[in-house]
């Protein structure tokens, strides 16, 4: 793709080719909010262009060559082909076309890059952060991976020159970031589609650590083998590098991680052998106390007080899709969880077994991509332990270029679970779970799809039979 973009200056027609998305919707919304003319296409309506037409941005439904005329840029999404018609206009007119790894210096341009990477937990921690730099005045801009219930929103262009951004690793796009201070929360296989193996994904984390400011911090979860590995391989020299985890070799210790009883968790982190941060989340589970702590230390590392940092937590109302209670009818809770790798999954059920206690769990999961099951396979046994009921739905393709490569059967042999089933259509889930959950059942879909659905239409259908 073409690159030469120049400084950016307000005004400018910035046209995104797959705005639906949710990376490049929230890179509309800074820049609508910073006074850009934005407007951008996509394949399909949904909640996230309605809202951006709400919000007074130009979104149009389909892709055609005239909905480039005018623009003095076209960023893409990196799923958007080199055949889009508004790509081969925008070429044929000599309009700049990049992608976001190419786009974010311009983004970031003079301001403080607060960076938060990792397989798991960086779309929690990166809105944590922005809460906390919110909460104590600092008024930042932010993109989130997710839409934070708080906001309602997953950007906004702030006042303040503070900017918190999730850094995707997907396509490698965290490597045009220069941050002052960036986080690592873990790093596992995942997105075979993009990554060969485990070392080419450990040398594109290696590489992000080389994009921080020669200055800039590093704090990372010094839990996981592979971030350890990292860290004794690096070779760039940083000032100021910082672990957390619950290993007590870490330089910022998590313990005494107890359910409360808000239906989060209290958590107490120490340093040098003594206390740092007791803190209480409304949210469930060790990998949100981790989560908190990651967050915590960006603030304090932009002079937040942990103690100012622990008080703003306990009002963080989480991310949309991070166990987000859809609702309760008739004495049966409904969870919704984005939760699609196998330590994700693990974390969630542990999380949920924590705040429900005996209450019979139901876990629904629908599986994301063919590769990343095939590659992952052997992972997913023991991660549905937690759960008492375990369905798990059809695979959810997510990208038109994958083709069924293994089937939901041989997934659900390698979770060895008791009651692991295959049910396919997320109709046919519904059906089944309408004969069978009772009072006090908690249901939790899983997945990165659509598979939230089931939830939502069991709750409608509870609510139909009750009245």
Request: charged share 20%; glycine share 10%.
């Amino acid at each position: 793709m073409t690159s030469g973009l120049g400084q950016l200056t307000i005004g400018q027609h910035i046209h995104l080719v797959g705005i639906g998305g949710i990376g490049l919707s929230a890179i509309a919304r800074v820049l609508a909010q910073r006074g850009h003319r934005v407007s951008g296409s996509d394949m399909g309506a949904s909640a996230l262009t309605d809202a951006l037409v709400a919000e007074g941005i130009e979104v149009f439904i389909g892709h055609a060559p005239e909905q480039v005329d005018g623009a003095d840029l076209v960023l893409i999404s990196s799923a958007v082909p080199a055949s889009n018609p508004e790509i081969r206009a925008a070429r044929a007119r000599n309009i700049p076309i990049v992608e976001r790894q190419q786009f974010f210096p311009q983004l970031l341009e003079g301001y403080h890059c607060l960076a938060v990477a990792g397989t798991h937990g960086k779309t929690t921690t990166t809105g944590m952060v922005a809460h906390i730099l919110e909460s104590a005045g600092y008024d930042p801009s932010f993109i989130v991976g997710g839409i934070l219930a708080g906001w309602g929103t997953n950007a906004r262009a702030g006042a303040s020159r503070w900017f918190v951004i999730e850094a995707d690793e997907y396509g490698r796009m965290f490597h045009g970031l220069t941050p002052k201070v960036a986080v690592i929360t873990a790093i596992e296989m995942d997105h075979p589609d993009c990554f060969a193996d485990l070392d080419e994904m450990r040398e594109a984390y290696s590489q992000f650590v080389r994009c921080i400011e020669p200055e800039g911090r590093l704090i990372v979860c010094s839990d996981g083998d592979h971030v350890r590995g990292l860290l004794a391989e690096m070779t760039v020299e940083l000032p100021n590098v910082v672990t957390y985890g619950q290993h007590e070799d870490a330089d910022y210790v998590v313990s005494e991680v107890q359910p409360n009883a808000g239906g989060g968790v209290d958590m107490v982190v120490t340093h040098g052998g003594r206390v740092w941060s007791q803190g209480t989340l409304g949210l469930p589970g060790a990998h949100n106390a981790l989560n908190a702590t990651a967050a915590m230390l960006v603030a304090h590392a932009c002079g937040i007080s942990p103690e100012q940092s622990a008080v703003a937590l306990r009002s963080f109302a989480g991310v949309l899709r991070r166990f987000e209670c859809k609702g309760e009818v008739d004495g049966i809770t409904v969870i919704d969880d984005y939760a699609h790798h196998p330590s994700e999954i693990a974390a969630t059920l542990a999380a949920a077994r924590g705040r429900y206690g005996s209450r019979r769990i139901w876990a629904v999961l629908q599986p994301h991509t063919y590769s990343r099951i095939e590659t992952l396979l052997d992972q997913f046994a023991g991660c549905m332990d937690d759960a008492d009921q375990v369905i798990v739905t059809d695979i959810y393709a997510a990208r038109a270029k994958e083709r069924p490569t293994i089937d939901a059967d041989r997934l659900v042999m390698a979770l060895a679970h008791r009651s692991a089933r295959h049910i396919g259509s997320l109709e046919q889930v519904q059906t089944h779970l309408l004969d069978t959950l009772q009072a006090g059942d908690v249901l939790i879909t899983l997945g990165a799809g659509n598979g939230y659905l089931i939830g939502e239409r069991v709750l409608t259908a509870l609510e139909e039979q009750s009245t």
